[in-house]
């Protein structure tokens, strides 16, 4: 008997019924449901859960159901520009848990230039639709950063949090520049806890030290016994937003993390369905690009 006989192929999985159950279990968000399930096409109920984990308050529980395609339904973001900052968080949220998204070491620095060596997700959308400037500068053209909306900001500096936390030198590749974060604490912003974000931000992006990171804390903030440092931490199911200590940001997203990774070794579901009628077929699917490699 092969090793890997008990395997099944993961495109079996019907995203019919994996669609039904989930609006079943979820009645609040059928409203989103613009299509009759039972008339829609494989591609029309691969898009649809695209929408779905699109949602910030069901990204997570749409990647746990249809884990096998994660990264088709990613990849179906990369079409337009649309909703950048709810894709970015989004992927963001994602990356660490689900490695298919995003590798752990993306790029490769030459003499002679960065070259993209994945297909990934991640990559693609950061170098095409993420400008020079960073993901924050699509804020700042709108409106100054003293008066940016702290919830908005929560959302973009966490998931900028969250690329350092997985790749501290992606932002440098990318050439993203510390200025729009300086700019955020000592403009200064209104929110301690866009202030805190920003501060983690830079002190890992331009490698400062502990004991920097801080002094600069202190004297632009507080001390974590004497100021409070409220924090957007994601939505719940409802769409109210999870607020923490933003003074224990390192130590609640870890724990994320590892639950999640935990969640998915030890989950023993069998996602395909066995009914050859119902597989996906490649054509349904979306294809990663890859990004545009020079040679020399």
Sequence with gaps: MSLFSHLRDPLSLN????????TSNFPEWTSHVQANL????????????????LLPSCTVIVADAFRPLLLDLCARWLKDSESLEDKLSALCLLLQPHTEIFPYVPFIRLSYGTFDMSNRVLSTFLQEFVPDSGPLSTIFMSVPPETAPPSRLHRVLLAYYRILMANPELPSWLDWPLEPLSRIFWTPHPDLGVRYLAVRC???????SEAEREKLETTLIGSMARVECPLEFGLDRHGRPNVIDGWLLPVTETQRIHDSRNAIVTDTRDF???????????FDLRRVLLANIDTV
């Design 38 to 53: 039972a008339d829609s096409s494989l591609s029309e109920l691969l898009s649809l859960a695209s929408k779905f984990l």
């Design 202 to 208: 830079y002190a890992m992006q331009s490698g400062m």
């Design 15 to 22: 995203p019919k019924s994996q669609l039904l159950e989930f």
């Design 272 to 282: 395909s369905t066995g009914q050859g009628d119902v597989s996906i077929k490649p």
